[in-house]
């Protein structure tokens, strides 16, 4: 399945350097930093990363497993099970594997030599207290053998103070400083392959007794549903933490589907802690299915591990979606995924759901969780390899109730450009001045989608996209779109964005080309601004599968909308342009507008084949767009 690597990626994996004083269409290249929309991290091990656009982690673990940990001062760690032998001797640090240290350092591949300079701040050995205890501790597997590598992630209950250890074997002693402490365990073994995992309460002092976890206690987690359904990715996450907060310890797992896992129930009093574990896993209906089906799935336990840790769902506790999923002009494929939100529990990114037909139809149910807030990704091009483009498109559908039902249409609108994230709050803007991470963010989608409620982010295309200033260029990229520029290289004041982009894929006929440019003001630094730059929504009734009857007279919705989160705008002026030669000629079309919602009437020509499309706006404080889109749908 493709990674993903939309915004957040622009802004940690580094942003662009100076371009030089230039004409805007020709800005000078930036030249010490990756491409915008490269946000690619590649392990020690080979395994590659992206981020994700709410600022997860992603990535693929069909060929093994990882453990997700969070340093002390909120670091992510990722690491595959391959290499906990060489962190265990020494041989890796985990720095290597601290995405966002990598991320933050600029560092695309962890095991260049160069990157161990980089990393230098980040590899700071912790403290041995001075009164600190040696305390011995044995893991045994649930057959008494012993694991092969174990990993230990504490917290002192008073203090907060929190420290780890990894060894090989069943056996280490490890020091640790007098006080009352929290200790998750996960223990592996990878020719099964299976983990088991769980928290312990600890009192050091000078006459600590020996420690063992004990496997034989464990029990299989997972979740059991109504119908046959075969597993995707597990991702698991074990955990002690001050009540309903991040503040704690704990570790956890993302496999494959072929690998088990087992958690030992708590024998302590958990009062005063959030002690448990969170579940998440997709399944999706065997090939054979008369009708397809799939369930997304989502449990929790923070008040100590239970002695049953499977989650049992009935179809009817479970919100039930019907997804329509129509294709873009072509019959093909797209890989579905699937973001879980807990404000506590975070996931490190879109668990896969399988791969749908597009057209097909789809009956899916999820876990209706008060606090669990669902949004959705399909992927056309999910099996493109190098720099190959492919789109993701997204919808939101928030926390779901038990027993609800509702439907859902992808890829219903024309092609257009947006500004929008389908109304996932937590989404980085495409406009914004991010003072916190020293970029201007400037990555509009040039192939989104007209429908309410929908949005398409598309990557690795082909174009140029370039920031200017009075003529002359800030920044530039080689892709449309896309781009992240150091705020050191903008003040206050007016600024240009020109972006550019083409696309011939398999998985649509639509979009071929694209061009859009903005004005508008960036202001004085000091705090995050999301910029008020907006576009003309586009949606166009009765196009199935990325076409509309030619015959019939059209009527189409257009929208001046602000990027959400900016403040709003309210539009002065606005044109729509219609071509039906790919953007050859023009013709005017005349629109009934009210504020910022206007209509109009198509009447196509006969013989045309694709309806291109162009839109001017204006706000009140004097920022303009422009953008054109060749084939935005098909007409049959």
């Known amino acids: 399945m493709r990674l993903h690597h939309p915004l957040a990626a622009l802004v940690l994996a580094g942003a662009l350097t100076a371009a030089g004083p230039a004409p805007a269409a020709t800005a000078a290249e930036a030249d010490a930093a990756p491409p915008a929309d490269s946000g690619t991290i590649t392990l020690p091990t080979g395994d590659q990363v992206r981020l994700t656009a709410d600022g997860s982690f992603l990535t693929d673990p069909a060929g093994g497993a990882f453990h997700t940990a969070t340093e002390p001062d909120g670091d992510r760690l990722l690491i595959p099970v391959?290499?906990?032998?060489?962190?265990?001797?020494?041989?890796?640090?985990?720095?290597?594997?601290?995405?966002?240290?990598?991320?933050?350092?600029?560092?695309?591949?962890?095991?260049?030599?160069?990157?161990?300079?980089?990393?230098?701040?980040?590899?700071?050995?912790?403290?041995?207290?001075?009164?600190?205890?040696?305390?011995?501790?044995?893991?045994?597997?649930?057959?008494?053998?012993?694991?092969?590598?174990?990993?230990?992630?504490?917290?002192?209950?008073?203090?907060?103070?929190?420290?780890?250890?990894?060894?090989?074997?069943?056996?280490?002693?490890?020091?640790?400083?007098?006080?009352?402490?929290?200790?998750?365990?996960?223990?592996?073994?990878?020719?099964?392959?299976?983990?088991i995992a769980g928290v312990i309460e600890l009192e050091v002092g000078a006459d600590t007794e020996p420690v063992v976890f004990d496997g034989a206690a464990a029990e299989a987690t997972g979740f059991a549903v109504e119908r046959e359904a075969e597993a995707q990715a597990i991702e698991v996450d074990v955990f002690s933490n001050v009540p309903g907060t991040r503040d704690g310890n704990g570790g956890g797992l993302l496999a494959g589907p072929e690998w088990s896992v087992?958690?030992?129930?708590?024998?302590?009093?958990?009062?005063?802690?959030?002690?448990?574990?969170?579940?998440?896993?997709?399944?999706?209906?065997?090939?054979?299915?008369?009708?397809?089906?799939?369930?997304?799935?989502?449990?929790?336990?923070?008040?100590?591990?239970?002695?049953?840790?499977?989650?049992?769902?009935?179809?009817?506790?479970?919100?039930?979606?019907?997804?329509?999923?129509?294709?873009?002009?072509?019959?093909?494929?797209?890989?579905?995924?699937?973001?879980?939100?807990?404000?506590?529990?975070?996931?490190?990114?879109?668990?896969?759901?399988?791969?749908?037909?597009?057209?097909?139809?789809?009956?899916?149910?999820?876990?209706?969780?008060?606090?669990?807030?669902?949004?959705?990704?399909?992927t056309f091009g999910f099996d493109a390899e190098g720099d190959e483009p492919y789109a993701d498109v997204l919808h939101h559908s928030g926390t779901l109730r038990p027993g609800s039902s509702a439907k859902s249409t992808w890829n219903q609108g024309p092609i257009t450009a947006g500004v929008d994230l389908a109304g996932v709050e937590y989404f980085l803007p495409r406009f914004a001045r991010m003072d916190s991470y020293e970029v201007l963010l400037t990555n509009p989608s040039l192939f989104s989608s007209g429908a309410p409620g929908e949005a398409i982010n598309s990557y690795e295309s082909p174009g140029q996209t370039v920031l200017s200033q009075d003529g002359l260029g800030v920044s530039k990229s080689e892709y449309g779109g896309s781009l992240a520029t150091e705020l050191a290289l903008v003040g206050e004041g007016r600024y240009e964005l020109y972006t550019e982009a083409t696309r011939d894929v398999p998985w649509t006929n639509l979009g071929t080309a694209a061009t859009a440019e903005w004005e508008f003001t960036v202001p004085s630094g000091g705090t995050d601004v999301i910029l008020p730059v907006s576009v003309v929504n586009f949606d166009a009734e009765d196009i199935e599968n990325g076409y509309a009857d030619a015959d019939d007279d059209q009527d189409v919705e257009l929208e001046f909308a602000t990027q959400p989160g900016a403040e709003q705008q309210v539009c002065t002026a606005m044109t729509f342009e219609v071509s039906y030669d790919d953007g050859a000629t023009w013709d005017l079309v005349d629109i009934d507008r009210e504020g910022d919602s206007a209509t109009a009437e198509l009447e196509h020509p006969e013989d045309a084949a694709f309806v291109s499309v162009r839109f001017t706006a204006a706000d009140e404080a004097g920022n303009t767009v422009t953008h054109t889109t060749i084939r935005s749908y098909g007409l049959r």
Not at 136 to 158: H, K, M, N, Q, Y
Not at 343 to 370: D, L, N
């Open 82 to 195: 391959e290499a906990l032998g060489d962190l265990a001797d020494g041989t890796l640090t985990t720095a290597q594997f601290n995405i966002d240290a990598l991320a933050r350092n600029g560092i695309s591949d962890a095991g260049d030599p160069g990157a161990a300079e980089l990393l230098a701040d980040e590899t700071d050995a912790a403290a041995v207290a001075a009164d600190a205890v040696p305390v011995d501790f044995t893991a045994l597997w649930s057959d008494g053998s012993a694991p092969e590598v174990v990993s230990l992630r504490w917290a002192e209950i008073d203090t907060g103070e929190l420290g780890s250890e990894m060894f090989e074997g069943g056996t280490a002693t490890v020091d640790m400083a007098p006080g009352r402490y929290h200790v998750v365990v996960l223990m592996d073994k990878f020719d099964l392959p299976a983990t």
């Open 262 to 378: 087992s958690v030992v129930p708590t024998d302590f009093d958990t009062t005063g802690r959030d002690v448990g574990f969170v579940l998440r896993q997709e399944l999706v209906s065997p090939e054979d299915a008369r009708k397809p089906y799939s369930y997304s799935l989502f449990g929790l336990h923070d008040d100590g591990i239970p002695a049953n840790p499977v989650f049992s769902y009935e179809d009817e506790d479970l919100a039930k979606m019907k997804m329509d999923y129509q294709s873009l002009g072509v019959d093909t494929l797209m890989g579905r995924s699937n973001l879980s939100y807990h404000p506590i529990h975070s996931a490190s990114g879109y668990r896969q759901s399988g791969i749908v037909a597009a057209p097909s139809k789809r009956t899916e149910y999820y876990s209706a969780h008060p606090e669990v807030d669902w949004s959705h990704m399909g």
